[in-house]
């Protein structure tokens, strides 16, 4: 079964940091390119960064570029978001997703929320 799971977030101060992590199971976790997603409320759902299969690769929206830093650990099937210098408005859940093809799944999503 494939399983994408999420887990980091929490509540952050502004130019606070955290870290996501995103567990997968049931695929190859080294031949797909992973990416994260947020939705803040009322808007809709955002690409935040893609990364390869073997990282060599990296793409990032405007709004994260310098403060986020997506990476994978291929022997643990896990990818990460660094995610620095956080703004009020990087409030959102944050989701990892993998596709390729018809194949796609997403994960149940992390609550990040990013207040004083």
């Known amino acids: 079964q494939v399983q994408l799971v999420e887990s980091g977030g929490g509540l952050v101060q502004p130019g606070g940091s955290l870290r996501l992590a995103c567990a997968a199971s049931?695929?190859?976790?080294?031949?797909?390119?992973m990416s994260w997603y947020r939705q803040a409320p009322g808007k809709e759902r955002e690409l935040v960064a893609t990364?390869?299969?073997?990282?060599?690769?990296?793409n990032y929206a405007d709004s994260v570029k310098g403060r986020f830093i997506i990476s994978r650990y291929n022997a643990m099937n896990t990818m990460y978001l660094q995610m620095n210098n956080l703004k009020p408005e990087d409030t959102a859940v944050y989701y990892c997703?993998?596709?390729?093809?018809?194949?796609?799944?997403w994960g149940q999503g992390t609550q990040v929320t990013v207040s004083s």
């Open positions: 997703n993998t596709a390729r093809g018809t194949f796609s799944r």
């Open positions: 049931g695929f190859t976790f080294r031949t797909y390119a």
């Open positions: 990364i390869t299969t073997t990282g060599d690769s990296t």
